[in-house]
T-cell receptor, first 115, second 115 residues
Framework: AQSVTQPDIHITVSEGASLELRCNYSYGATPYLFWYVQSPGQGLQLLLKYFSGDTLVQGIKGFEAEFKRSQSSFNLRKPSVHWSDAAEYFCAVGVNSGGYQKVTFGIGTKLQVIP | GAVVSQHPSWVICKSGTSVKIECRSLDFQATTMFWYRQFPKQSLMLMATSNEGSKATYEQGVEKDKFLINHASLTLSTLTVTSAHPEDSSFYIC???????????FGSGTRLTVV
């Protein structure tokens, strides 16, 4: 079965600083990979996804992620963080199961942005 | 883009009563919808897969008689928490995927508090 590890539960960065959120997955083949963001009390918004092709994926709000097969990683990055980026970020893995994708989420990384 | 509407956003109910949560795909048809549960400071856990016109598929450990799922049309799935207890208090989120899309769209979630 697939699994997702987000080793950092909580990260604090200064506004304007760069950001990298780590994600490692475990699966026998290359899965579908996602990053979602969740603001307090809200649902999830898709930031970006990787299915195949270029391993550097651009997403919304200035985020990007790089798929590294050798490291089983899909880290999320942003060159300059804004205060509005404070939220919880979930890495997710999707695998095909019974005609649909079954998505497994990591535990999430809570991002705090300080002035 | 694809929009998933979830209702209600907040609900408080008395212990022993039942609560129904609706998940609608507003501008697309979804033969499959997913229901997740999120405990505080934890990740999203898939509860069940809702299939239009057939029985839902429940994940291991999820009581199907307690969490009733009905997917009567291509745009509506409902989750009914029966005989709710305080331990059922949680954040419930649904998701669906438009056929031509490559990612999942999530509802805004429902905060259930059982008193």
């Amino acid at each position: 079965a697939q699994s997702v590890t987000q080793p950092d539960i909580h990260i604090t960065v200064s506004e304007g600083a760069s950001l990298e959120l780590r994600c490692n997955y475990s699966y026998g083949a290359t899965p579908y990979l996602f990053w979602y963001v969740q603001s307090p009390g809200q649902g999830l918004q898709l930031l970006l996804k990787y299915f195949s092709g270029d391993t550097l994926v651009q997403g919304i709000k200035g985020f990007e992620a790089e798929f590294k097969r050798s490291q089983s990683s899909f880290n999320l990055r942003k060159p300059s963080v804004h205060w509005s980026d404070a939220a919880e970020y979930f890495c997710a893995v999707g695998v095909n199961s019974g005609g649909y994708q079954k998505v497994t989420f990591g535990i999430g990384t809570k991002l705090q942005v300080i002035p | 883009g694809a929009v998933v509407s979830q209702h209600p956003s907040w609900v408080i109910c008395k212990s022993g009563t039942s609560v129904k949560i609706e998940c609608r795909s507003l501008d697309f048809q979804a033969t499959t919808m997913f229901w997740y549960r999120q405990f505080p400071k934890q990740s999203l856990m898939l509860m069940a897969t809702s299939n239009e016109g057939s029985k839902a598929t429940y994940e291991q450990g999820v009581e199907k008689d307690k969490f009733l799922i009905n997917h009567a049309s291509l745009t509506l799935s409902t989750l009914t928490v029966t005989s709710a207890h305080p331990e059922d208090s949680s954040f419930y989120i649904c998701s669906a995927r438009e056929f031509s899309a490559s990612g999942y769209t999530f509802g805004s979630g429902t905060r259930l508090t059982v008193v």
